[in-house]
């Protein structure tokens, strides 16, 4: 060490030598890292994908007809099934195990072909069986008659409960009870179809008129701001006030009967014909081949990704008040139903699926930075369920047909976890040939981990996995 060197060195203060340790540490995490990506990399090709990036979301769907009728988030662009249907010449069956809000069915439908979908959540079922429905002019003239009474009716009861224990903070008083007075008379629908119909558009309307959004990971209220010097909770009576105009069962029933309205426009003018109307089933899809047995050509999907995303959690105000669930058991046992990607969907299932790969990254984890002692057996779990579905879908799968899979990277405690090429190094291992990887776009991380990942930013990414049998 050179004089120069010492003095630069006595003259660190005690949290920089533990800043600088904590880098030196953080860096050699970050090469074995690196020589795990280059070792399962090895033989995978990537392509990128940019051109795809503004359809791996769901930007475009609030314009989009049909897809239109849910805000459903965590979607991808129909045009991102049409154009891969197109590519590949598609003319066989087509399966998505992971329905969401039906976006894979209704492209297959579009192209007048077969489908097949499963999905663990009642909400995600009832709006893919919905907007694939056949509705004749009858039910349409009809409907429309039914949400002119219901628009017209003065009888509001004021004191209706729901089981939803947060609604009270949830909801505006007279919302809530205009919600609550609108779906009691959802329910007296006689017609199935038109009662169905009418009850999607009701959900549809929740977050809208509610004090909450879904944002992130969970629900967030909307009275809570950020400022620059932090977060401020306004008076919910006083941000409601400013928020909802005056009268508010007027202004519930507006938003409702234009809903209903965009809908039936999309159903006279935009819906095109069902010639093949979809196989829907509310199942794990993991043992979807217990529901149909038909050859698949294309499987087209998007799982839930490897970051503790809870698709019990952002849908819960619509799972209460919709009746879905009606005590917290029964929200506990959906949550378990689902692929294991966040410690609430553990399910004391056996972990299978052992892969070195996967064990030398959660061996990096510090524990003392994961916010939740399950996650490396989260991790485990996920690539433990990929595996067993993709096994399946492999079996299922007619020669020279193909499988895509839209799924994004994730990071625990500075360690990244590239879904993508596992899932890829390991559907070879299943007998898919890999076609390519298309990278689409870059992901975020949290801001604590984004410094210390700076150097593997690559890793961070949304892609498209193309198989082919
Ligand atoms: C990313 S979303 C799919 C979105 C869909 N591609 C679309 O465009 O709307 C993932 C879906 O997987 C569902 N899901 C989670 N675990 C599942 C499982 N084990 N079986 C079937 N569906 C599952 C969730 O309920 C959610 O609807």
Redesign the pocket.
């Known amino acids: 060490m050179d004089s120069l060197q010492l003095w630069t060195y006595q003259n660190i203060e005690v949290d920089d030598i533990v800043n600088y340790r904590i880098i030196e540490k953080n860096k050699s995490k970050i090469d074995v890292q690196k020589t795990i990506f280059n070792k399962i990399e090895h033989n995978l090709n990537f392509e990128n994908g940019t051109h795809l990036s503004n359809l791996v979301h769901?930007q475009l769907?609030p314009k989009t007809p049909i897809?239109r009728w849910y805000p459903?988030r965590?979607?991808?662009?129909?045009n991102l099934?049409n154009s891969f249907l197109k590519e590949l010449n598609i003319t066989g069956n087509v399966f998505?195990?992971?329905?969401?809000?039906?976006?894979?069915l209704l492209s297959a439908r579009n192209y007048n072909l077969n489908s097949f979908g499963?999905?663990?959540?009642p909400?995600?079922i009832l709006i893919?069986e919905v907007s694939n429905e056949v509705y004749f002019t009858k039910e349409i003239i009809d409907t429309k008659e039914i949400l002119n009474e219901i628009i017209n009716s003065n009888n509001q009861q004021s004191n209706i409960k729901t089981n939803f224990q947060l609604a009270d903070k949830a909801f505006n008083t007279e919302i809530l009870q205009t919600l609550l007075n609108l779906k009691i008379q959802i329910n007296q629908i006689q017609n199935i179809k038109i009662q169905r119909l009418l009850f999607v558009a009701w959900l549809s309307i929740i977050e809208q008129v509610s004090n909450v959004k879904k944002e992130g990971n969970g629900i967030k209220y909307k009275n809570r701001k950020r400022t620059s010097s932090g977060y401020i909770n306004i008076d919910k009576v006083v941000w409601e006030n400013e928020t909802f105009p005056k009268d508010k069962i007027n202004y519930v029933k507006t938003i409702y009967k234009n809903k209903v309205e965009l809908i039936l426009n999309d159903i006279e003018n935009h819906y095109g014909a069902i010639e093949n109307k979809p196989q829907i089933f509310n199942?794990?899809?993991?043992n979807?081949n217990e529901k149909f047995q038909d050859n698949l050509q294309f499987t087209?999907?998007?799982?839930?990704?490897c970051n503790s995303f809870d698709?019990?959690e952002i849908?819960k105000v619509e799972l209460w008040l919709g009746d879905f669930v009606t005590t917290h058991d029964e929200l506990k046992k959906l949550r378990i139903?689902?692929?294991?990607?966040n410690s609430n969907?553990l399910n004391g299932k056996k972990i299978e699926y052992k892969n070195d790969y996967i064990e030398e990254l959660i061996g990096l984890f510090d524990e003392q930075k994961l916010w939740h002692k399950q996650i490396p057996n989260v991790v485990r779990g996920y690539f433990d369920?990929m595996y067993q579905?993709l096994k399946n879908i492999y079996l299922q799968t007619e020669k020279n047909g193909f499988v895509g899979i839209?799924v994004g990277n994730s990071a625990y405690s500075e360690i990244i976890i590239p879904t993508d090429a596992i899932i890829a190094d390991f559907a070879k291992e299943i007998g898919f040939s890999l076609e390519k990887i298309y990278v689409t776009r870059h992901l975020t991380t949290s801001s604590q981990q984004k410094t210390a990942l700076s150097k593997l930013n690559n890793y961070l990414r949304e892609s498209i996995i193309i198989l082919k049998k």
């Open positions: 769901f769907a897809q459903y965590e979607g991808f662009s129909i099934v998505d195990p992971f329905v969401g809000s039906g976006t894979t499963t999905d663990v959540n909400i995600s893919a199942t794990n899809c993991i979807f087209f999907f998007s799982p839930p990704y698709y019990f849908h139903k689902g692929f294991r990607s969907s369920d579905l839209v």
